[in-house]
């Protein structure tokens, strides 16, 4: 592979919300030299890529930051970092009018007032969000953005982050990036279970299948501390499409419904876990399918639905008019997702100081990949962007760290032979494996088949759908053997080409990400939410859990400990 250096004050990875909003606002306030690495291209990757019908976090007339503050304090049980939520409350409103003056359409009524969806959300016409945002990154001539590049690991020192490596996933390029500072926002880590759709539809799933947990996998082997992976996020979406439930419950005041025409979400209560929960206790005691009671709504709510869905999961809208069959006729079946480690929903992610910094000097962390504060969504995203900006900004003013450039130097020649090892087996004349040449890896597994047992293994012992959620300690120590076993056979996966290179660290990241995420569950002996860390052995809450799980990750090994809870 051909070796390029590239030199930066400040290197994003992740060029999603929160990644390209930390590039704008660094851009339009410093003249630091910024770089953002992608995997795919900022103009259509992340969790936005498709789009979005809705703002989930603004503060409406009549209401304050410390609102919703309580509002997502409570739905996590408060296990949450107010100080960061309250961070991230008192910019949405700001960057949701700054977002509105790039182009994105905000709803407005007869008297030019943004139309709400309920006392925190914004209705808009979001389709176009992501390219609105990746326009302002090319527009700030300090930025220089390199897409379809794979970043794996930290370039890191003694607990000093400078930089990254990774591999063009067209060019056979080894990139190193150098860097003073770096900001993480990878997003979450998709695809840890086995998902609702198998086969050719496994990609069919509620959060952005190519956030794999790469942000947080390399936070993990760098020494980072993590908090919370065990408030795991579950997903209440439509059947089969697993398109967004919330449209239906805001946007028309759908409620939960179970087969007898029970209307069951208050016998659970409403916090967001336990509206999964309810619908999975519906279903165990005979009373499923469950449904969001959508019959009666009227023509034009039913037209509404129709384009809310093409912003953002078009497949709904393309079900209801291939059945000939809308919403208004018919109530809209619901489930439960595969588990998902996501900051953006849950608490999961890098322990994170006030400015965003994490426990690893030089590093940074927003969006998804960034831990204790729930519920942040899109304008959240934006918002911790911002402040992961201005941290750096000011980090950088004092910036006195030192590294060892030399053992830098041969760490970048140990990462560049990591990746030319998978792609040197040798193959046919017609692309396949040559069984006859002499191969380490010539009668090994490839990424699929890796993916396939960790997925199988998450679901059935480490609390996945086929368990309804459910986890024991036992099948937890199972299940953390094997996924070291796994862990094992990775370095000796075949690899025939820069795409198949792509998926082997994407396999990785889950496993190092699953590895984090048992110990996690393990360590939390009580039910904190239901559906999301249901606990068989420990089924109640426990005042003694009423603090954060966090941990660090020494010599191979997970070490978890508590942290006291922060509260305003």
Same mark, same amino acid.
Request: with cysteine; net charge negative; charged share 25%.
């Given at each position: ?383 911790? @962007?911002?402040?992961? +900006? %201005?941290?750096? *900004? $000011?980090? #950088? ?10 053992? /830098? ?65 036992? @099948?937890?120590?199972? +299940? %953390?053997?094997? *996924? $070291?076993? #796994? ?10 080409? /820069? ?70």
């Amino acid at each position: 592979m051909e070796h390029k250096i590239i030199e930066s004050d400040v290197l994003i990875i992740g060029g999603g919300t929160a990644g390209c909003y930390a590039a704008i606002r660094l851009g339009e306030n410093s003249e630091l030299k910024v770089v953002v690495a992608e995997k795919a291209n900022i103009k259509r990757s992340g969790c936005l890529a498709a789009g979005v019908n809705a703002l989930n976090a603004y503060i409406t007339d009549g209401h304050v930051p410390m609102d919703y503050v309580n509002y997502a304090s409570k739905d996590a049980d408060g296990i949450v970092r107010e100080d960061l939520l309250l961070d991230i409350c008192n910019r949405l409103n700001s960057v949701t009018h700054d977002m509105e003056k790039r182009g994105l359409t905000i709803l407005k009524d007869e008297n030019g007032k943004y139309v709400s969806r309920g006392w925190r959300n914004l209705k808009i016409n979001g389709e176009n969000i992501k390219p609105i945002l990746a326009e302002a990154v090319y527009a700030q001539p300090n930025v220089e953005v390199y897409n379809h590049v794979n970043i794996t690991d930290y370039r890191f020192d003694a607990g000093i982050v400078r930089g990254a490596y990774g591999f063009g996933i067209e060019d056979a390029i080894f990139y190193e990036f150098r860097a003073k500072a770096v900001l993480i926002a990878t997003g979450g880590a998709s695809g840890i279970y086995r998902p609702n759709n198998p086969g050719e539809n496994s990609h069919q799933m509620w959060y952005c299948p190519f956030n794999t947990g790469a942000g947080y996998s390399m936070g993990i082997l760098a020494g980072a501390e993590m908090t919370t992976f065990e408030m795991r996020f579950i997903a209440l979406r439509c059947k089969d499409t697993i398109a967004p439930t919330g449209t239906l419950a805001q946007g028309v005041g759908a409620k939960q419904l179970n087969s007898q025409g029970e209307i069951y979400e208050k016998k659970y209560g409403l916090e967001t876990s336990n509206r999964l929960w309810g619908t999975v206790v519906e279903n165990l005691e005979g009373r499923g399918p469950c449904y969001l009671k959508t019959i009666g709504i009227d023509e034009k709510q039913e037209n509404d639905l129709y384009k809310a869905y093409l912003n953002m999961a078009p497949l709904q809208t393309l079900k209801w008019l291939d059945s000939g069959k809308g919403p208004a006729e018919e109530n809209v079946e619901i489930e439960g997702t595969e588990p998902y480690v996501v900051g953006g929903h849950t608490a999961s992610g890098y322990w994170i100081n006030r400015d965003r910094s994490t426990t690893v000097t030089g590093l940074f962390a927003a969006g998804d990949v960034a831990g204790g504060a729930p519920q942040k969504y899109v304008t959240g995203a934006l918002a911790e @962007g911002e402040i992961a +900006a %201005e941290g750096i *900004i $000011d980090f #950088l003013s004092h910036d006195s760290v030192s590294v060892d450039e030399e053992k /830098l130097g041969k760490q970048a020649a140990e990462k560049k032979a990591e990746y030319e090892s998978f792609l040197n087996d040798k193959y046919d004349a017609y692309g396949f494996i040559n069984y006859g040449a002499e191969s380490e890896r010539a009668d090994r597994y490839n990424s699929k088949q890796l993916e396939n047992a960790m997925q199988k293994i998450m679901d059935e012992y480490a609390g996945g759908i086929r368990t309804n959620y459910k986890y024991t300690e036992s @099948g937890l120590e199972k +299940a %953390e053997k094997e *996924i $070291d076993k #796994l862990l094992e056979l990775w370095s000796k996966l075949s690899v025939a080409d /820069l795409d198949e290179l792509l998926l082997a660290y994407e396999v990785r990241e889950r496993l190092i990400v699953s590895k984090v995420l048992i110990a996690h569950l393990r360590a939390r002996k009580e039910t904190r939410w239901h559906g999301f860390q249901e606990n068989a052995n420990y089924p109640e809450k426990d005042k003694n859990f009423e603090c954060y799980i966090n941990s660090v990750y020494e010599n191979g090994k997970v070490q978890v400990f508590k942290r006291e809870l922060i509260k305003l």
